[in-house]
C-alpha cells in the first residue's frame, strides 16, 4: 500500500491545520492508521491511531484534547484535525498503516508515508 501526506505548514501558536494521508494499492479498510510524529534530533514518537472502521482511537498524552484523528473510507483518506497548536508539536508527521491492530509501536506498522513538515511559530 501507498501512503502520501499532506498538509504540513507554517502556523502560529494557538492556530491549527489539518493533515490528510491519502492511500492506494489495497484496501482501506483492512489498515488501522496512525499519525507519528519526528523532531530535529529527537526519535519518532506516537501522535494518534484509529482502528479499522474508525470506531477506536488513541492519543498520546501530549496531544489529547487538542489532535483529532479520523477516517473517510469513501476517500482511503486519514486525517489529523489538530488544534490550539505547540511550539513543540513541531515536527515531521507521518502516516503509517498496519493490518494488526491500532498500536502505538512504530515498529508495529508495514507501510509509511512520506512525511509532511509542521512548524509551530511562538
Known amino acids: 500500500v501507498q501512503l502520501q501526506a499532506s498538509g504540513g505548514g507554517l502556523v502560529q501558536a494557538g492556530g491549527s491545520l489539518r493533515l490528510s494521508c491519502v492511500t492506494s494499492g489495497r484496501t482501506f479498510s483492512s489498515y488501522c492508521m496512525g499519525w507519528f510524529r519526528q523532531a530535529p534530533g529527537k526519535e519518532r514518537e506516537f501522535v494518534a491511531a484509529?482502528?479499522?472502521?474508525?470506531?477506536?482511537?488513541n492519543y498520546a498524552a501530549s496531544v489529547k484534547g487538542r489532535f483529532t484523528i479520523s477516517r473517510d473510507s469513501a476517500k482511503n483518506t486519514v486525517y489529523l484535525q489538530m488544534n490550539n497548536l505547540k511550539p513543540e508539536d513541531t515536527a515531521v508527521y507521518y502516516c503509517?498503516?498496519?493490518?494488526?491492530?491500532?498500536?502505538?509501536?512504530?515498529?508495529?506498522?508495514?507501510?509509511w508515508g512520506q512525511g509532511t513538515l509542521v512548524t509551530v511559530s511562538s
Open positions: 503509517a498503516a498496519d493490518s494488526a491492530g491500532y498500536s502505538s509501536d512504530y515498529s508495529k506498522y508495514d507501510y
Open positions: 484509529i482502528d479499522w472502521s474508525g470506531g477506536s482511537t
